[in-house]
Structure formats: C-alpha cells, structure tokens
C-alpha cells in the first residue's frame, strides 16, 4: 500500500502504487521506478551456475578447519575470504569444464571414481537412483544426466543435479514429480581432484 503524505506524485510519496510503480527515500533522496518482471527463462550457463553453487556451498560447510585453511593463500591473495576463494576457484573450473576439489592447491589423485552397481525405482511418479560404489576409488560427487531420449550426449543441458554421496556403500538420491514418459540416467563420478570419470553407468525407468 502507498503511502502519500502530499499527491502522488510529489517528492513525498512511499510505497507500491498498482503493484507497478515504486516510490521510495534512500540517504534523504527521492526515488521512483517501475517495477520489472523478467519474461526470460534462465539460460543453461546460468542453470549450471546455479546447480554447482548448490553443491559447493553445503561441502564448504562440512569440511575441517584443515581444509579450511587450504585456502588462506588465494584468499590472502585476492584479498577475500577463504570461502570467496574456495567458491571463485571452483566457479572458474565450473567454467572451464573442470569438476571441483575441496582444496587448494587441486592435486591430481591418479585414478577416477569407480561405479560398482547403478540401478533406478520408481514409487509413483518419483523415481529414485541407488549408487553402489567400490571401496577403493571413492567419488567425491556424482553429475546426473537425464534425459527423455536415447541416445543423449553429455552436456549442459542434461545435467539436473551435483549429488554428494554418504560414505556407505550403497546412496540413494530421487528424482521428484515427473511426468509421464521413459527417463535416461548417466551417472558420472569424480574425485577430489576434480577428475570425473570416463566410465558412465545408463539406467532407465518409465514413469506411466
């Protein structure tokens, strides 16, 4: 609601007129705009942005003070935090088409994650994906593709989601509310070195 001291159009008018236009005072100056609402959907760089920050915000959390203080020497450097420095670096390896490491300096491991078993159920229209991985080589994260075709190449477009698993053996992740038609899942694993793996392991369900 607006609300008017003098008319509307005055210098002293505040507030939300039609849901349209904005009448505010910042710092003892008089603004008035109209309000903007973007038609445009978000591109797929901006989706993928958004995808990785959601799984690099939660690691950041978890992780030691150790790890923490990988990234004092970037941060010390651009003159930032260390978790502005652990999320840039990553971003810019995002970017590059490089999954992330938690430390810094990103050291190569020598291997790439292993898959043992990849199998999908279905209870309605979720459908849930279960990961078995081997002891050895263990995956810092896996980058799920799915899609309603086969065959479907990997890329940016296909990706819904970074999924950080548990240390057990077997990890379970579902996909919500979909609608009716066959999905395709590529599941790719990658260590903390960033390396994903070459192997991909495909799955497929229908959701009637």
């Known amino acids: 609601m607006v609300k008017v001291k003098s ?24 603004y008035f705009r109209q309000n903007r609402i973007g038609g445009d959907s978000p591109s797929i760089a901006q989706i993928q942005a958004q995808t990785m920050m959601a799984f690099l915000i939660p690691q950041w959390r978890s992780f030691s003070d150790a790890t923490h203080s990988t990234w004092a020497s970037p941060a010390e450097a651009g003159n930032f935090s260390s978790f502005n420095a652990y999320v840039q670096t990553n971003m810019l390896r995002w970017v590059a088409r490089q999954t992330p490491g938690p430390v810094f300096p990103v050291v190569d491991l020598g291997y790439t994650a292993a898959i043992q078993g990849f199998w999908l159920t279905r209870s309605g229209s979720d459908i849930t994906l279960i990961v078995q991985r081997w002891a050895t080589n263990v995956p810092w994260g896996y980058l799920i593709h799915r899609s309603l075709g086969w065959p479907f190449p990997r890329n940016d477009s296909h990706l819904i989601h970074i999924w950080r698993p548990t240390p057990a053996s077997f990890n379970y992740w579902t996909d919500y509310n979909l609608s009716p038609g066959t999905y395709y899942y590529i599941l790719f694993g990658f260590t903390t070195d960033g390396k994903v793996a070459v192997n991909s392991t495909v799955a497929w369900l229908t959701v009637p």
Request: hydrophobic fraction near 35%.
């Open 7 to 30: 008319p509307l159009f005055s210098l002293d008018a505040s507030g939300t007129f039609a849901k349209d236009f904005n009448y505010s005072v910042c710092r003892g100056r008089h």
